[in-house]
């Protein structure tokens, strides 16, 4: 399965450049397979092990396998160096983020009022949408019409809005507050 790894790795990294799968001609030319049943031998191992299926028009598409990453065994850590461990676990985004697909969305981040809860503009706060929310839970809440990313607190017995950047006041509601969904992750793409 060693060979099927790098295999696996090359249509990764094609499928996220082009969202599609060439086709099996193609992938025998970028392996370096050089017969077509090699390489339908090829695709019938990685659908067996979840990384690719078959659409009903007989099109590759990624499996349930398909974006899982490798995961440390051990975590690193962010003060004195220790020595690294390669890990053999897997996950995926979704499956350690997103507990609700059919609730869950993804907001980018606009502006820096939570800039001391670490997050900051461009960032994807990962949100399960819900009708209600816990005080000292991260939210994205409507205001007035307006959108806002906020802490739910309570204040002499009324939800309020607070920023994590003391540049920014409290948002007190003078007419309605409607919580669209509790913050569950964040994403956040550093530039390299």
């Known amino acids: 399965m060693s060979n099927d790894t790098d295999y696996l790795n090359n249509l990764q990294d094609y499928y996220a450049e082009h969202r599609v799968f060439p086709p099996y001609s193609?992938?025998?030319?970028?392996?370096?397979?050089?017969?077509k049943s090699?390489?339908?031998?090829?695709?019938a191992r990685l659908k067996l092990a979840g990384f690719l299926e078959a659409t009903p028009d007989k099109r590759l598409k990624p499996g349930p396998r398909f974006f899982e990453r490798?995961?440390?065994?051990?975590?690193?850590?962010?003060?004195?160096?220790?020595?690294?461990?390669?890990?053999t676990a897997s996950l995926t985004i979704?499956?350690?983020?997103i507990e609700h697909p059919s609730r869950t969305v993804l907001v980018r981040v606009k502006g820096d009022s939570m800039i001391d809860a670490g997050i900051h503009e461009g960032d994807i706060v990962v949100v399960e949408r819900r009708p209600s929310a816990n005080a000292g839970?991260?939210?994205v809440a409507i205001v007035d019409?307006?959108?806002?990313?906020?802490?739910?607190?309570?204040?002499?017995?009324?939800?309020?809005?607070?920023?994590a950047n003391p540049a920014y006041p409290i948002i007190r509601p003078k007419g309605q507050l409607e919580i669209f969904g509790v913050v569950v992750g964040m994403v956040r793409k550093y530039k390299g």
């Open 26 to 35: 193609a992938i025998g030319e970028m392996l370096g397979l050089k017969s």
């Open 137 to 139: 839970d991260l939210v």
């Open 70 to 87: 490798t995961l440390a065994d051990s975590a690193v850590r962010a003060g004195l160096p220790h020595p690294a461990d390669t890990g």
């Open 145 to 163: 019409n307006e959108f806002t990313l906020k802490y739910l607190e309570r204040d002499r017995g009324d939800y309020v809005l607070k920023p």
């Open 38 to 43: 090699s390489v339908a031998a090829l695709v």
């Open 94 to 97: 979704d499956e350690y983020l």
